[in-house]
Structure formats: structure tokens, C-alpha cells
């Protein structure tokens, strides 16, 4: 059996090494185009916030390890440009212009997504720079260790966008935000954008919304970002306005595709073709609230997707329920979080929402050093279901949104949830917890 | 309808409340035998650590809110002594030796809990205190104020124990502990027991564990604990070896009792007697895992169970599921938390547990500030379901053990539980959270 996995990070290099433990004979051959394998790429922001840190420290596992501990026919600097399923056979050719042929007998592709550039003047500039592959984040240190870059402009105000907005900062970097929407993190309910927004505020990061990016011009040394009466001038560009799935070598081959021209797979990982499963950035997921299928590339979903492909190679039969849609991240000293649906997600599929929003303390009454914490719950009038949740604040976000997360999972109503015995002492939240007032208050609009 | 409250804190005035709010023409009459109403008895550790902070700062809020802004006959001072279920009255004093009697409709009893002290020479003496009412938390505040305090020792190495060390040593008290049981925290898998006792010992705790204590002696101004080769002496003594239900009147009634001699009630919080209910510290309740009975005295459940009463008073026919057992709590730099069974309990209830214990970081590879993170799993080989998890760390545990938490109320398996979509970003875990990682353990046990 010869298990052929395009594409060496989060779920090519899970499929690899879980595959080798299943089945130590079995021969596999992981094809990376660049020389970058196995890093953490949502390690970047952070690491970039230090010049004294080496970019190659977010290197999980090395090459070698792949190749030598664990016996992974790791070919780094291949390209597959093109995929012959009758045939079962890749193609493609090196960095060094050498041309290969590749038969298998099961194929993962594994080729993620890129950062999304537009087709605008001046987006090709040097400075004007993306962060999504460990080469992006090199290619980011390198130039503001050479160049003397006082101010950046970030265009996109997603999470990609503040990490880095929050790591700049940290290296005394002025930065100045654009937008198209008319708020930071358009899928967030707009009074809690709002703290996000203040947040930015308080660390002197002017911003600028509902702005249409024109083009980018270079005035001597400087890069101006230009919208229709605006013009914002920096030493660097980052264009952080969202990514896509790498799938043009599926399209080619004819394999079905999900949201956003991502490859569609089953629950096994499967494509419309038995012989080739997809896995992580590049492949869709079933939403566990909708029960439908979505498009959102996180790592925690890549490295499981990357196990299950392994598995069912393997014969095991693995189905994965589907996603939830969580994501957590820090903006400077406040944690934001999400899991399943806003409300109006939730209209768009059928649900008919009630959605409440309050606001309470990360620690018990009267107990000192308490910050505000603000949580949105979304439930559904028709069937009681607890459908989604959002929360900001400076503490007890990151870990308190798995508690709705699991109960996602579990189908629960916000009833059956609000019955929880949560965790309660006096450091760490009020008696009733957040999450519970917010349930409590949910069910009477339901 | 006249519904009388046998007690003022958590439950009783939960019920009060709510019962006024459901129905405002109902007359409501509370009877508190001390002075304090509706305080944070698990902020007292906290409150007591900063001399300067008052111990009313703890009272959420007070008996003339209750009295002149809710309209709640609140009567403080007023203890019940006597129960007559076929007259369907309450017989008391007051603190003024006044006699009263009055009768009910509906009655709650909602008497709490007591502090344990072991019948042996010396614990009635001066300086030997407990900690669960506001005045005793009042009584230990004014005893370090007025006497010259520079050691503690603590009987009882549980929570209470545990947290009264801390605060003892931020007011830079000295504090020697001693227990029975041969580690902290007898309910908590061994090796990460120690972890705790090793936090003590980095605060400078000295503790001694497996020594039964004889008795107390006074020699001069000192108090002494004495233990078979073991004596340690102090200016205080406090005594936290556990508490008891307040359940004598219900005894002499001749209501049923559930564990620990607490009242039995149902999921409804009735008592064996359909016009009277408890809740509370004083009361039983369901535990989700195994179904049966347990007695778990929390703040949470207290004043859950106080709402249920005045829903179920008013004939909204509310049940609750039960409690998972689940406690959090600081000590020192640590948050220790636990959720569900542990090993021994689980197999007293029937199951056949597996278990595991891993050590995971508390941050991604590569970000800086990462602490060991320590995660016990069980499980059941019958049935696949998860039946607990306890986990110790500096950060991320407080928060993190609502996810299982969930799990235990959607009586979830081990194996669909680590299919959660839990969240990630690099400052607040790894991708595999340290959950997950446990999870994935324990499958392969099972």
C-alpha cells in the first residue's frame, strides 16, 4: 500500500506519523513544496512580536525527525502540479526543476490555503507583505530587522490582523488599520466589537472602517495604502483580509467541492473520490449546530482531520461529528471567543434565534482585581437549542467558551445547559457563572 | 400562601427572592437565627487575608434591601427549634428570648451547614475557631486583630484549610497544617496531590499528614496540638476538617435523610413530607454520574436548588438533574479543580474505571510563559462514558474543567467528548488541549 500525502504541515505531517504508528510497514511519501514542515503557524504573530526569537522555533517536528526517527519519506521542495485519478497518479516537479511522476494507491490532499491578495494596483510592491505560510513569517522578521519601519498598515481587521496589530505594537511599531466592514470582527455582536474596538483604541492603534482599499502606491520609501477619502502612509503593508483553500490541483482533477471552493469530504475525510481523502485547510467540514457543510481552516480540525485520513487508510472507519466553529484569540489584554452560531447565522439556516447579551464580573462579588466580561448567547425559539455563544474580556474567556463548545456537541438545549454545575470559587467568577446568567436570561426568550 | 424560609443565606433568601418576583402577593416570612443574611461565605479566606478589608464588604445584600426594597419578611434572630408537621408549624425563640410559633403552607428548610468539631479535650478552648458562618469569619478577623498572631496551626488539609493557608501567610503569618489522611486533598489522584504539597512547601507551609490529633493544650499564651509523636503550637488553632448538615430539626420531625444524615429530597426538592422542601448545604441532591444520592454542599447548588423551591412553591413544577460535583479552587499559584468521580468512587458505584494522568503545557510549543499543566481522566470500560476529570496547574484549570463538566451532564463518552471542537490560540493552550490530549489517552484503555 502506497499512501501518497500532498502537503507537509498541521494535517499532511498527522496523517504521516499517525499512519507510520498504525501500520510501521506501510510506504509513505509526503510531497512539500516549500522547505517549511510541521510548524505553528498561529505561533507567528507572537514570535514576530520578538526580533530576538528565531522564526524557526514555531518547527514542531524537523524534517529529519520525519525522515530518520520515524521513517516518513518526506520529499521537501516538491511540487504536485497536477493529479491523474484514473490514472492514480501525481505529478509535478522540484525546486530544482526536476519534473517526477508519482503513482498511489490512497492520496491525501493536504495543500491548505493561501492569504488572499486582491487584484489591485500595487499589492505586488516589496513591503506589501501576507502572513500565512512560516516563510511568510520569515520573510516578515527579515524585513523589519532591515528596514527602519516606524509605522505599518494593516489592511483586514480579523483576527490575523490584531494578532499582528497586538505584536507590532509590542515592537513599538505604530499601526493603522483598514477595513471594508463596518466594524472590527464582522461576524461578532456589535456592542462587544465595540470593546474589541476600544481596546485597540487604548493601544494607540488608529483604525478605519467601512473603508474601500483603492490601491497601494510607494512615494519614495513609504507605502501609501489609498481608499476613496483616505490615505494611509507606512514603512510596510500587511494584507490580512482573510485566506483561501489551495485547491486548484482538485478542481483540475475534477474532485467535488464544498464552501468556498474548498474540497468536499465526508465525515471519513473522503473525497468524491474513494482513493483520495483532503484534510485541513483546504477541506470542508459538517457543522455540528447545522449539520451542514462550512469552510473554517483551524489547526485543531486539521491535526484531527490529518488522524482520521490515517485511520481510515488504515481500515479503521473513522468519522469525525464536525466542527463547532470555535475559535479563541488575544487582543492585547483581552481574550475573544467564539463557538457555532450568531444569530444571523442562525436565521440563515433555518433556526429562528433569540439572542441576549449581558455583561457581568470574571470573579466573585466583592472579590478584588474583577474586570467585565460580556457574553452573548444565541438559542433557538423553535426547538430550545443552545446554538451559539460569544464572549470578551480581559480574563476567564479563553477556557470558559469550551464549556458551550461540549455542550454544542451534546445538541443540549440553553435550558439543559443552564442546569450545569459549573465551577465556582471566588478568583475565578461569581456563583453564578456568566455563561449561567447568560442561559438564565436566554431561557426567557425562548 | 404563606411560605416560611428557615434560614437566611444562599438558599433561603434564592427562594425568597424569587418567590416574591413569581408571585408578589405571596407572603414570605424568613427566619435567620444570626444577624447575617446573603453573604459570600467562600470569600471569606480572601476577605481575611487583607486586614483592612471589612467582613460585611461580603454581605451581597443586606437585610434591609430585602425587607424595605423586595418586601420579604426578613425576622433576624429568630432561631427555629422545634418542627410539627401534622400542625404544619414552626416553634422558635429569638435572640431577646422571646418564644414564637407560626405556621406554614409551605415550608423550606434550608439550615445549612456546620463546621466539624472532633469531641476531644481543649477545642473549646479560646483561640481554637472554625470557618463557615460570616461570624466566624468575623470572630477570626477580630482574634488576629486583637492578639499578636504569628503562627497558625490548621487542622484539616481540605479546601477550606488550604485556602485559610494562604491567606494566613499574605498577612505573613506562619502556618503549620496537619491531617489524618496520609495526603492533601484525599479525593485527588496521588501524584497530583503532591503537586499541591509542593506548593506548599515553596509557601513555606510546613504540613504534616497521617497524624490523628489528641487534643489541644493551652501552655501560657500558646495553643498546642497534640498528636501521638507529633505537638505544634501556635496563637491559633483553626479547625477545618469538614462540615455537617444542620438537619436535627428535620430528625426530630422525622423527615427522611439522604447521605451524611443530610435531607433527603427530590428532584424537586421536596422532603419526605410534600409541604416542606430543602435546599441548601442542608439538603441531598442527585448526582448526575451515578444517579444516586450524594451530599456535596456548594454555593451553587444552594442557590440553583433556592430558585427551584420558589418555582416549585409557586407550582411551576421545575426538577433538577443534580450535580456533577464539581469544585474549583486557589491555593497559593495553583488552581486545583475537580468534576465528576475519581477512580475509588467510580468503582464503588458500579463502574468498571480506567484511568490516566498526563502532564501537558499550559501554552502552545514555542510561547513563552507555559506552565506544567496536570489532567486525570476516568473513564468506564463497560459503557465508554467519561466519569470524571481533575486537573492542577497555574493557569488555565479554573475555567478548563467546565468542558468536562458539560460532558458529565450530556452523559457523553470518552470518545465523543474528545471530538470537541475546544478552542485554541498559542497563548492559552496547545492545539491538542491538555483535555484532548487526556482523552486520547484514556480511549486506549477502554
Known amino acids: 500500500m502506497k499512501f501518497v500525502i500532498i502537503g507537509g504541515d498541521a494535517a499532511g505531517m498527522s496523517a504521516a506519523s499517525r499512519a507510520k504508528r498504525n501500520r510501521p510497514d506501510m510506504e509513505i511519501i509526503v510531497l512539500e513544496k516549500t522547505v517549511d514542515v510541521s510548524y505553528s503557524a498561529c505561533g507567528m504573530p507572537y514570535n514576530i512580536a520578538d526580533p530576538d526569537r528565531d522564526i524557526d522555533e514555531l518547527v514542531v517536528r524537523s524534517a529529519s525527525v520525519f525522515r530518520e526517527k520515524q521513517g516518513i519519506n518526506l520529499l521537501t521542495g516538491h511540487c504536485v502540479d497536477a493529479l491523474d485519478v484514473s490514472a492514480k497518479t501525481v505529478f509535478g516537479s522540484t525546486l530544482e526543476n526536476d519534473s517526477f511522476e508519482l503513482p498511489y494507491d490512497r492520496l491525501l490532499v493536504a495543500t491548505g490555503a493561501s492569504a488572499m491578495v486582491p487584484d489591485l494596483p500595487g499589492f505586488e510592491l516589496p513591503g506589501v507583505l501576507t502572513l500565512k505560510s512560516l516563510n511568510d513569517g520569515r520573510t516578515i522578521k527579515q524585513f523589519l530587522a532591515s528596514n527602519n519601519v516606524q509605522k505599518v498598515v494593516i489592511i483586514g481587521m480579523g483576527y490575523i490582523g490584531l494578532e499582528m496589530a497586538e505584536a507590532l505594537r509590542a515592537r513599538k511599531i505604530d499601526v493603522a488599520m483598514v477595513d471594508l466592514m463596518s466594524q472590527t470582527l464582522p461576524w461578532m455582536e456589535p456592542s462587544m466589537a465595540e470593546v474589541v474596538e476600544e481596546e485597540l483604541r487604548l493601544h494607540d492603534i488608529g483604525f478605519y472602517l467601512g473603508q474601500e482599499v483603492k490601491r497601494i502606491e510607494k512615494n519614495e520609501t513609504r507605502l501609501s495604502v489609498v481608499c476613496e477619502n483616505l490615505t494611509l502612509s507606512g514603512d510596510m503593508v500587511l494584507v490580512a483580509i482573510g485566506v483561501r483553500p489551495n485547491s486548484q490541483l482538485a478542481v483540475e482533477a475534477g474532485l467535488d467541492l464544498g464552501p468556498q471552493r474548498s474540497l468536499a469530504v465526508d465525515g471519513m475525510m473522503q473525497t468524491s473520490d474513494p482513493d483520495i481523502y483532503a484534510a485541513g485547510d483546504c477541506a ?71 439572542e441576549v447579551v449581558i455583561k457581568a464580573r470574571s470573579r466573585a462579588h466583592a472579590h478584588p482585581g474583577a474586570s467585565n466580561i460580556w457574553v452573548q448567547m444565541v438559542g433557538d425559539k423553535a426547538s430550545g437549542r443552545l446554538l451559539g455563544v460569544q464572549m470578551v474580556g480581559k480574563e476567564g474567556v479563553a477556557h470558559r467558551i469550551n464549556a458551550p463548545v461540549v455542550a454544542l456537541h451534546g445538541y443540549m438545549t440553553v435550558e439543559q445547559f443552564s442546569q450545569s454545575d459549573l465551577a465556582y470559587a471566588p478568583p475565578f467568577g461569581p456563583v453564578w457563572d456568566p455563561l449561567l446568567i447568560a442561559a438564565n436570561q436566554l431561557i426567557k426568550q425562548l
Do not use: M, Q
Open 284 to 354: 470542508d467540514a459538517f457543522h455540528i449546530v447545522t449539520g451542514r457543510k462550512t469552510w473554517i481552516p483551524l489547526a485543531l480540525r486539521a491535526n484531527r482531520a490529518g488522524w482520521a485520513v490515517a485511520d481510515n487508510v488504515c481500515g479503521k472507519n473513522v468519522k469525525l461529528p464536525g466542527i463547532a466553529g470555535t475559535a479563541v484569540f488575544k487582543v492585547f489584554d483581552l481574550e475573544v471567543a467564539r463557538t457555532g452560531l450568531n444569530s444571523g447565522e442562525a436565521s440563515e439556516y433555518g433556526f429562528t434565534p433569540a
